[in-house]
């Protein structure tokens, strides 16, 4: 589950056949529509579908059904959680939402993370850096490609040191997985910006702004955008 979680931020083999551009339009423009949301009315519940939807597709398409469900176990595991205790805050003196709104701010959250992660499924580490460089910040591209490296690994890590300790010593002892892993997500960290600094990667990279499937992509947010004013009047 959590080796899943990790290659959410991966690039995979797979891509749509897009360009630069349309690539990086895509979760640009499905998080806007998230964050213009506001509340659990019809028409926002709707469009947080269609995002959510939209983002369940891509991804399976990237990644595969079976890699996304099991990807989507513990950031749904972590979103119940959640809503469990909004639930149980009246019981112990605190006021909770309505049904909806909470089941509405799940949902929301859900696309936020989901479209989150599509900036690095769609878009390499090399694009990013060309990105970064051609606006001027050469020292966040680097940053840039340090952190994106090392959280998936980091995840893994955590995923391989809870298994090792479960399997040896239960679920009764699983704090003890904090101190390895922290202790290799430093020595990680270390090694990583040792790399770095001695094999300074290319900023330079090539970025297509056009290719011919991107008329499709245009297309659905030309129309949808059509369709979102006149629900808005």
Same mark, same amino acid.
């Given at each position: 589950m959590l080796r899943d979680l990790a290659y959410l931020f991966l690039e995979p083999r797979r891509q749509l056949g897009l360009s630069t551009l349309a690539r990086m339009v895509i979760p640009v423009y499905l998080l806007a529509i998230v964050f213009s949301t506001r509340g659990p009315c019809l028409r926002d519940a709707l469009l947080v579908g269609a995002v959510l939807a939209t983002e369940l597709g891509i991804?399976?398409? /990237? =990644?595969?059904? *079976?890699?996304?469900?099991?990807? &989507? @176990?513990?950031?749904?595991?972590?979103?119940?959680?959640?809503?469990?205790?909004?639930?149980?805050?009246?019981?112990?003196?605190?006021?909770?939402?309505?049904?909806?709104?909470?089941?509405?701010?799940?949902?929301?959250?859900?696309?936020?993370?989901?479209?989150?992660?599509?900036?690095?499924?769609?878009?390499? /580490? =090399?694009?990013? *850096?060309?990105?970064?460089?051609? &606006? @001027?910040?050469?020292?966040?591209?680097?940053?840039?490609?340090?952190?994106a490296i090392h959280l998936p690994t980091t995840i893994m890590y955590f995923s391989e040191a809870y298994t090792t300790v479960r399997l040896k010593h239960g679920a009764r002892r699983l704090v003890s997985i904090i101190a390895p892993l922290a202790y290799i997500s430093v020595m990680n960290s270390k090694t990583l910006v040792e790399s770095y600094l001695l094999y300074k990667p290319s900023l330079k990279g090539e970025i297509v702004l056009y290719k011919p499937r991107d008329v499709i992509v245009y297309s659905i947010i030309v129309s949808s955008l059509i369709l979102l004013l006149k629900l808005s009047f």
């Open positions: 991804i399976a398409y /990237l =990644r595969g059904v *079976r890699r996304l469900v099991n990807a &989507l @176990g513990l950031v749904l595991l972590v979103t119940l959680a959640g809503v469990f205790i909004q639930i149980l805050a009246p019981f112990i003196g605190f006021t909770s939402p309505p049904v909806p709104t909470l089941v509405f701010g799940s949902a929301r959250l859900v696309s936020v993370f989901l479209g989150f992660t599509l900036f690095f499924q769609l878009l390499s /580490l =090399r694009e990013w *850096r060309s990105i970064f460089w051609r &606006l @001027g910040f050469d020292k966040q591209a680097l940053i840039l490609s340090m952190i």
